[in-house]
């Protein structure tokens, strides 16, 4: 595999990552069932929950990914290439956080 | 209509809670292509970070509606039955919150 | 003591409210320290999650007796009361999750 | 200004983190004084989401000034200096992001 600027930094888990996310969808297609079939609330929230938290785990892991890559090469770099990077990841950190 | 212990809070919203999560599902399926196309991690992030909160939305639509009705009805018993109610609307807040 | 309208659902917890309340505060002027003492970031960053955890939990309590009081009483009221108070605790779980 | 290992990323933001915990620590004393003024619930809670937010935006600020100095150096040492920054810097992000 050719290592150009477009590679990011989770090629190396995008198997793991597409598997994650096809599981995620799996799970709000089952709240959409609960829903459908008349689940209690409480018990699909459950569900709601588990998902939110399955989301959170897969931006964990592109974020980490990132910042050993992209935000690692452009340290390296410095200057203002460097400072950008540390900007724009440390506003999705704060989207993160607040979401 | 008939109340009876099978009518969950949320049924008349049901269809806007189906379309809503259909929507979040292709979402998801719209993450999943973006690894799959190696967009820019920080891209991802974004879409991740906006569909974690359109689940929080369901799950607050889904709270409020269980508030109204099946912890209403429950108050409105009193005793252990509405203290039982409480119980279990507050830890799938709590869940919510830590989530 | 006189139970009247103006007698809140943490009452009965006031003590220990106050009491966590008080741990949270000194754990916020540690943190002061830390950051006065040139403490290793990512140790400070630590007791930051922990006191914003404790207020939570302090957040939690709150919603907990504020349904099994006021809004227990408001349902039994019905009507627009009711409405009303679902209404407002709904928002103020929609603020907590999203904080 | 002599760089050494004592020399924290937030060192420039000394003053204005310091002042904004101060603040905090107001506002939680506030808190504490709402309880015991038996104020309301929903006003007390709307203060303790208020507090949260204060301190999240304090841990942004620590993150954002560790990654631009602890990481970036050792990202520019690389290897395992920079690999063990990396991960220690992902794990406090997902304690955040989970609490």
Not at 22 to 35: K, L, N, S
Not at 56 to 76: G, N
Not at 85 to 98: F, G, N
């Amino acid at each position: 595999m050719e290592h150009n600027v477009t590679t990011h930094g989770y090629v190396g888990n995008k198997d793991a990552l597409v598997k994650r996310l096809r599981r995620t969808e799996g799970q709000v297609r089952g709240i959409q069932r609960m829903v459908e079939d008349d689940t209690y609330c409480m018990d699909i929230l459950t569900q709601v929950s588990a998902t939110t938290k399955a989301l959170e785990s897969v931006a964990l892991l592109l974020l980490e990914d990132h910042l050993s890559h992209c935000v690692a090469d452009a340290t390296r770099q410095g200057g203002a290439v460097a400072d950008e990077k540390i900007r724009e990841v440390s506003a999705a950190i704060a989207r993160l956080v607040r979401s």
